[in-house]
């Protein structure tokens, strides 16, 4: 039997949710059905190898070093000479280009992927005309969250053309839970103004002026980071916030800690949020994106409005002045993640959707 053949086309190949998510897919996806592929727009990264050495082969377009024009033909021929059954895009610029040059090389199976929410700004507004205006070139857009598909529905795209697939992980991965004073807080995001360290911080002010004691770890990279090292130190929190950088795997530093923060402005389905639940770590989280699909308020931690670092820090101070709610909340959360998220489930349903289409 005829192998299909997949070229999943990503932005960068850096450790991020979507592409984790994706090497973690196309790891687990059966060879004897599937040829797979990865195209990077941008130039090579941390997780080319990761790719590599699952004997999967790599492309690189170089976006950013060379123009568009050199960007555009070197996609064509990668397409034209793959001759790939399916094509499955994610991020915004990969799928304006990668639907265009698809179509133009022949390939009539193109998958767009939806990974977050666009936020509102006039950016995003350029973004949605150029996404909604290049639509006709889809033939299935897959989603990691339902509020992601509920968003753009209002903004006036076919609901049939949507199909919602949650995000899974590799429960295998997760390491046991440690002993710990009680006190740690953890927070696994990349330092850009998404993710709203700000707010975060502010709310770890008032818990400090509180004479609350606890500890937070700030996994993350990228731009912001210095100037949000600067803010903490401004803060007195020199001593309370811990940088720990940029990290692929976060398993331990979850293991060790006791709460999972985050204080995103806007999100799709975050992977940090399911990591730290399967991890039986509650969550304090702002309800924006998907979030609220993955955490339960009330039950599996608590949901709170965007920007609001007093709410952040009154959800964070009832977990960490009550052993038993952080107990039962990450129970809850982890039994969420072991039924609904896990890899095993991503990879069938994958599977089944790439030879439906084909």
Known sequence: MRRIKVLQFLSTAYPAGTELSTLSLV?????????????????????????????????HLDYGLVNIFVIALRLYKILKIGRYDLIHIYGLKANIIGRLIGRLAGCK????????????????????????????????????????VDF????????????????????????????????????VARFEPPKDYKTLLLA???LNKKGI????LLVGGMSKKEEMMELSARMNLKDKVLFLGEKENVSEDLAKSDIFAFSSL??????????????????????????????????????????????LAESIEKLLLDKDLRKRMGEAGMEKIQKEFSMDRLVKEMEE????IT
């Open 109 to 148: 199976n193109i998958v767009a992927g939806l990974r977050s929410i666009y936020p509102g700004n006039k950016e995003s507004n350029l973004h949605l005309f150029l996404d909604k205006i290049t639509l006709c070139l889809v033939k299935l857009y897959i989603s990691n969250s339902k509020t992601a």
């Open 27 to 59: 790891s687990r996806m059966d060879r004897e059905k599937f040829d797979l592929e990865v195209c990077f727009l941008y130039p090579k990264g941390p997780l080319s190898n990761k790719f590599l050495a699952q004997n999967i082969k790599c492309y």
């Open 152 to 187: 753009l529905i209002e903004k006036g795209y076919p609901s049939k053309i949507f199909k919602v697939v949650h995000s899974g992980i590799d429960l295998v991965a997760q390491t046991k839970k440690q002993e710990s004073k009680g006190s740690t807080i953890i927070t």
């Open 204 to 206: 770890f002010d008032i």
């Open 266 to 311: 806007f999100e799709g389905l975050p992977r940090a949020i399911m990591e730290a639940m399967a991890a039986s770590l509650p969550v304090v989280a702002t309800d924006v994106g998907g979030v609220s699909e993955l955490v339960n308020d009330g039950k599996t931690g608590f949901l709170v409005k965007a920007e609001d670092a007093q709410a």
């Open 213 to 216: 004691k606890f500890t937070s």
């Open 353 to 356: 959707i790439y030879t439906q």
